[in-house]
């Protein structure tokens, strides 16, 4: 089976500067985390808050899955963290 997303809950985290969310594959849950710098590709940012940055998540979404799912089939680990890099590669 592939990495599919079915849970849509992500979380903000301003610690570690980034936002978490989850996949799975099978029966395994693949945790992700989208750097916050990586958001501000993404999309026009006026200030780091909590609800900006979701919002930037939210409409971006699909590309960030698409990051996601690509960085996986890369290395089939339980964690990955996605950078600026990732979604500007498409």
């Known amino acids: 089976m ?4 079915p849970n849509p809950v992500r979380s903000f985290d301003a610690g ?15 945790a992700f985390q989208i750097e916050v710098d990586a958001l501000r590709t ?13 919002a930037i998540f939210d409409s971006h979404r699909d590309a ?6 690509t960085a996986y089939g890369r290395r089939k680990g339980a964690y990955h963290r996605i950078t600026a890099a990732d979604v500007s590669k498409g």
């Open 2 to 5: 592939a990495l599919n997303f």
């Open 16 to 30: 570690r500067s980034c936002i978490s969310f989850w996949g799975s594959d099978t029966s395994l849950e693949i």
């Open 42 to 54: 993404l999309g026009a940012v006026t200030g780091d808050g909590e609800a900006q940055m979701l």
């Open 64 to 69: 960030i899955l698409n990051a996601a799912a």
